[in-house]
Each structure stands twice: as structure tokens, then as C-alpha cells.
């Protein structure tokens, strides 16, 4: 149990074009989840948190206006990188807190590959 | 979350256990120290946590100190398939932060 699909799992788009991405619990309700970041051969970054039915909160430095999240549901969050440029070419990974879950654990999805060129 | 600091690099034979430690000194009372790890290109993987007690499942085995300021996971007995990055983590709330992880190398 506990898994965590994104789609897609890899966009080539233009520059200046928006992308959104999707992040789906299949099998649990997800009262939170996170995005975050990964750079070649770098560490995840945590980019923010989203709660169902509420805004998200970004971590510093994180434009919220070029990255629109929404978490409309238990099951579902999106991420969307608006008039996208290169730089934002990146691995993008979301993660899920289950429902009523006493600990910490996050559950990951795959990840999408997101090259702008 | 509490500052947790791994080496950057390790290698292990194929077959041998494979001990990756952690050092989490600022670490509280109620902070739980997770692991994940990383296989190339694809999304962080949960292996195991704890709290104060040695724990073990089906892959690793986790000791904490008795001081909780450091704790190892331990893979019993490596295979080229354990190749990857591990990260170990202790978050304060439900917010992870990654550090550099442990670069592992399981050779033939």
C-alpha cells in the first residue's frame, strides 16, 4: 500500500509555455503533501507544503506565483510552473503524509523530469 | 528538524553488510530519525525508522545510541541492487529537510 503516482513522468516544453504535473495518492487520502526539487546530482529541495482544501505554504525563495500548487482533494495535488525557462528544468518529486498517520513517513512518487528548452 | 550530517561516500562488497552512519547531535526528544534512499532517477524510498529502540524489518536494521545523537543503518548483506544514495532524517515536524546523504557503492 501507500502509493504515489505523478504524470508525467518526464515533459520537454518551450520556454515561456506552462506545466503543470500531477501528484496522486492511489491508494490512501493524503491530508498533506510536498513538492520539492532536485537538481543533477544534488539533494531534494523541499519547494513547499500544500493541505488539502488550503493554500500552500512555500519554503523561502520559492516564487509562488511561477509555481502554483493546488491540493483540491485528499488524493490529488498539482504543480504547475508558469512561463517556464530553462533554469527550471529539473526532476520534480512530490510526497504524501497519510490520513490520520501517527508518524512522520512520507510516501514519494517517481518524480517527473521537466527539461524547457 | 534536527541537523543530521552522513559521509558522503562508501563503498561495500557485494555480500558484506554495509553500515552507513549518522550523526543527528541536535537532535529532541521527540524527533524520529528516518531513512530513504535514492536510486538514480527516481523518487526517495522509505526503509526504516525509530525513535530510541534498535529497530529492523525486512530490509535494514537501524541502531540508535543510547544518547540518540547518532544512529547506523545497517544492510546485512549487500546487493548491487542497495547502489544508491541514502538519506537519513529527523524531522521536527512533518516537513523533511535532505541533507547531502551517503553515496553508496555495492561492488561486485
Known amino acids: 500500500g501507500a502509493v504515489v503516482s505523478q504524470h508525467p513522468s518526464w515533459v520537454i516544453c518551450k520556454s515561456g509555455t506552462s506545466v503543470k504535473i500531477e501528484c496522486r495518492s492511489l491508494?490512501?487520502?493524503?491530508?498533506?503533501m510536498f513538492w520539492y526539487r532536485q537538481f543533477p546530482k544534488q539533494s531534494l529541495m523541499l519547494m513547499a507544503t500544500?493541505?488539502?482544501?488550503?493554500?500552500?505554504?512555500?519554503e523561502q525563495g520559492v516564487e509562488k506565483d511561477k509555481f502554483l500548487i493546488n491540493h483540491a482533494s485528499l488524493t490529488l495535488s498539482t504543480l504547475t510552473v508558469t512561463s517556464a525557462h530553462p533554469e527550471d528544468s529539473s526532476f520534480y518529486i512530490c510526497?504524501?503524509?497519510?490520513?490520520?498517520?501517527?508518524?512522520?513517513?512520507?510516501?514519494f512518487g517517481p518524480g517527473t523530469r521537466l527539461t524547457v528548452t | 528538524d534536527a541537523k543530521t550530517t552522513q559521509p558522503t561516500s562508501m563503498d561495500c562488497a557485494e555480500g558484506r553488510a554495509a553500515n552507513l552512519p549518522c550523526n543527528h547531535s541536535?537532535?529532541?526528544?521527540?524527533?524520529?530519525v528516518y531513512w530513504y534512499r535514492q536510486i538514480h532517477s527516481q523518487g526517495p524510498q522509505y526503509i526504516i525508522h525509530?525513535?530510541?529502540n534498535n529497530e529492523t524489518n525486512e530490509m535494514a536494521s537501524l541502531i540508535i545510541t543510547e544518547d540518540r545523537k547518532s544512529s547506523t543503518l545497517i544492510l546485512p548483506h549487500a546487493t548491487l541492487r542497495d547502489t544508491a544514495v541514502y538519506y537519513c532524517?529527523?524531522?521536527?515536524?512533518?516537513?523533511?529537510?535532505f541533507g547531502t546523504g551517503t553515496r553508496l557503492k555495492v561492488l561486485a
Open positions: 532524517i529527523a524531522p521536527l515536524n512533518y516537513k523533511y529537510i
Open positions: 491508494d490512501f487520502q493524503a491530508t498533506t
Open positions: 500544500s493541505n488539502e482544501g488550503s493554500k500552500a505554504t512555500y
Open positions: 525509530g525513535l530510541k
Open positions: 541536535t537532535i529532541s526528544g521527540n524527533e524520529y
Open positions: 510526497s504524501a503524509n497519510r490520513a490520520g498517520q501517527a508518524t512522520y513517513e512520507q510516501y
